[in-house]
């Protein structure tokens, strides 16, 4: 794990984040998987796609919780689908990865990392 994925696992989220769902569908079902891709936008810039997350989950919590800890910017993009995925600024794979693991929402296993990682 780099230096970056541990400062972000030693950052605490201020106030009250609870992601826990009542359906107990904190765990993704084994076919449902969550993909983290990354996208080059130009020279040395890349936009991280999070889709997959199930629509239980409140979207703009977990973008805020993104946005705070990451300290990226980031956006909720309706697909042409009808699907949502969230967009955030630079790569942030192994970040999100890690914190979808820490806060319960899903296990390694239904987390998708597509791409090389550097």
């Not at 970056?4 to 079902?29: C, H, P, T």
């Not at 629509?55 to 309706?78: H, Q, S």
């Not at 693991?101 to 597509?114: P, R, S, V």
């Amino acid at each position: 794990q780099s230096t970056w994925g541990k400062r972000i696992a030693k950052k605490k989220i201020s106030g009250a984040m609870n992601f826990e769902v009542e359906n107990d569908l904190n765990q993704i079902d084994e076919e449902n998987y969550i993909h983290l891709r990354v996208q080059q936008r130009s020279g040395r810039k890349f936009i991280t796609i999070i889709e997959g997350i199930p629509t239980e989950f409140d979207y703009p919590k977990i973008l805020r919780a993104f946005r705070k800890l990451f300290n990226c910017n980031g956006a909720i993009v309706k697909e042409k689908d009808g699907r949502e995925v969230i967009q955030l600024t630079g790569d942030q794979r192994q970040s999100v990865s890690t914190f979808f693991k820490e806060q319960g929402i899903a296990k390694d296993e239904n987390i998708k990392i597509h791409g090389a990682l550097a």
